[in-house]
């Protein structure tokens, strides 16, 4: 049976048809009306729109994919954004990295060219690094904006585009509305200044490399402890990305001296050969480092995604490792800093920490613990950044994280960073160690003395233009018809961030969310269970996010009250139908 192409998606396909788009880009766009409508439709029923991780999408041919083009319009508009935005200065000037990934590199020329046809300097790496050294160089070197060409951990058909500020975050509102805008206002391919002037384009690399390190060293809080402890036995797995450049370098020269790198997995690949997924909040992401890990009989190990702004840790328990979910290595990560900044002297009641709505309320438990400030933000390490921006001056920023495996501490980046945060971890361990005990058990002291947080991620795949308009459906249906109760506890609270609204069920009493609209819902139960409901910003899935709270007495009621709290997420993730 024909399947009949929407009158939209044939109208922009046929445009990319008649414009002046090379005539291999022509020839795919042909393919596709003849032999793949649906396909065609996927990639032509929508322009590329800024989520909460930039521009991201699958690598090929229209105005739904990452290709020179959309990355060309995507600069072209920012270029146009920045002029527009920076009038009198002299010369505004951008910095630019890629990651390991398919056509990284090319896209992240195409992009150099771009700005600099348009005038303004570009300072764009010799070779592929990390996302935090690109957030890093933006203030090092005083740009006005940059951009990482990659798409962290999503599959190898990606792609993508992060766009950053002049204070070294991701665009936010309302920056991202408006670069969006300027693209939408360009006619067509024709207005793109694809020929760049390389009078204005400068190759930078191990300078920054150096300034940036330098930076990482200095946020050590125990230089003494790991000294003592510098024969830790690491595991390390740059998962075929940029991790590999830094994340090594870094933990020498934190002192750590017993640091093994995964060979096979050492080498940069934008096919990933040795994994499906380089997704470290994955578990057969690390199954490589764990294996090593036991043959060498290490203590702990660590993998960072392509891009190396997020980092997965395992750790050893009697003859096996564990792998910790991003909430619990965030727990154990603030558990350290504030304890060690209490140590040291430095609490003087104006320092803060930042999770998102999503992570555990574990790290506010440890952040009254020791009187320490903190703060709430929507999905997206750029609301962490815009929280970092907004007290800059004012108050000083630990440290702060998200349960999807992204963590920071101090200051000088603005974006999740797994080359602080993979030192940072091991000096944590370090300093367990030194206490005679590992970062499992101490994970465990946290459940007694403030409580089992229990937490699991489901996640719904519904990709394409169908799969876009289930996962709204499935948004609006929660919105209309919400769950009374969850787990056999009633729900006596829901926010809405989208139209925010906080309403208390009981009294009926409806509050303003004082935080951007953003398209979540979460609900809460009588017994203190939280659930919470967003579509993805930059994956075609939606994301149902369990958290729950149970006492657990003693370390040695672990394993039963674990089973407890699984059995209720599970209960509830079938009562949802998600099952």
């Not at 590199?105 to 195409?110: E, L, M």
């Not at 007290?391 to 994280?401: A, D, L, R």
Request: aromatic fraction near 8%; charge should be neutral; hydrophobic fraction near 35%.
């Amino acid at each position: 049976m024909e399947t009949k192409i929407d009158k939209n998606v044939l109208e922009k396909a046929n445009s990319w048809l008649k414009g002046a788009y090379d005539e291999e880009t022509k020839q795919a766009v042909r393919r596709m009306m003849e032999n793949n409508p649906q396909e065609l439709t996927d990639a032509f029923y929508r322009d590329l729109e800024f989520g909460t991780g930039g521009l991201r999408g699958i690598m090929g041919v229209g105005s739904n994919r990452m290709n020179k083009y959309t990355v060309g319009m995507a600069t072209q508009g920012f270029s146009n954004y920045l002029k527009i935005n920076f009038p009198d200065k002299k010369q505004i000037s951008v910095a630019i990295a890629h990651d390991s990934r398919n056509n990284s590199a090319g896209f992240a020329k195409v992009a150099a060219d771009i700005f600099s046809a348009n005038g303004i300097k570009v300072y764009l790496f010799d070779d592929l690094r990390p996302v935090p050294e690109l957030s890093f160089s933006i203030r090092h070197l005083k740009c006005q904006g940059g951009i990482m060409i990659t798409a962290s951990h999503n599959p190898k058909e990606y792609n993508g585009y992060k766009a950053y500020w002049e204070d070294g975050g991701q665009l936010i509102s309302p920056h991202d509305k408006n670069v969006i805008a300027e693209v939408e206002k360009i006619g067509g391919i024709n207005e793109i200044n694809f020929t760049g002037n390389p009078a204005l384009i400068e190759i930078i690399g191990e300078e920054v490399d150096k300034a940036y390190l330098k930076k990482v060293k200095a946020l050590s809080l125990s230089p003494e402890i790991v000294h003592r402890q510098k024969n830790l036995s690491i595991v390390y797995t740059s998962l075929h990305g940029t991790g590999i450049k830094l994340v090594p370098q870094s933990l020498k020269n934190f002192g750590f001296t017993n640091v093994h790198i995964i060979d096979k997995q050492a080498v940069p690949d934008g096919n990933f050969p040795t994994v499906k997924s380089p997704n470290p909040e994955e578990p057969a992401a690390l199954k490589l480092a764990i294996e090593e890990a036991k043959s060498l009989g290490a203590d702990m190990v660590m993998g960072t995604d392509p891009d190396c702004d997020r980092v997965g840790v395992a750790v050893r328990h009697g003859d096996d490792f564990v792998l910790l979910n991003g909430n619990q290595t965030a727990s154990l990560l603030i558990l350290y800093l504030l304890t060690k900044w209490s140590e040291n002297g430095k609490l003087t009641g104006n320092e803060f920490i930042v999770k998102t709505i999503v992570t555990s309320e574990l790290l506010f438990n440890l952040a009254e613990k020791f009187h320490v400030q903190h703060f709430d933000v929507l999905t997206g390490f750029k609301y962490i950044a815009d929280i970092i921006k907004r007290y800059e001056g004012e108050k000083t920023f630990i440290g702060g994280g998200e349960e999807s495996y992204g963590y920071l501490a101090g200051d000088f980046v603005r974006d999740k960073d797994a080359v602080i945060s993979c030192s940072l971890i091991a000096e944590t361990a370090a300093w367990v160690a030194d206490k005679g005990t590992t970062m499992y058990e101490m994970l465990k002291e946290l459940y007694v003395e403030f409580g089992f947080y229990k937490e699991k991620l489901v996640s719904i795949v519904r990709k394409g233009k169908a799969g876009a308009e289930e996962i709204q459906k499935i948004m609006d249906d929660f919105r209309t018809h919400p769950p009374k109760t969850l787990g056999g506890s009633r729900v006596v609270r829901i926010k809405d961030y989208e139209s925010s609204i906080n309403h208390d069920l009981a009294t009926g009493d409806k509050m303003p969310i004082d935080l951007p609209k953003s398209n979540v819902l979460q609900f809460f139960t009588e017994n203190g269970s939280k659930v919470s409901v967003r579509p993805s910003g930059t994956e075609p899935k939606i994301k149902f996010y369990f958290g729950l709270k149970g006492i657990l007495k003693n370390k040695e009621d672990f394993e039963k009250v674990n089973r407890e709290l699984e059995e209720k997420i599970d209960s509830i993730i079938r009562e949802l139908g998600l099952k």
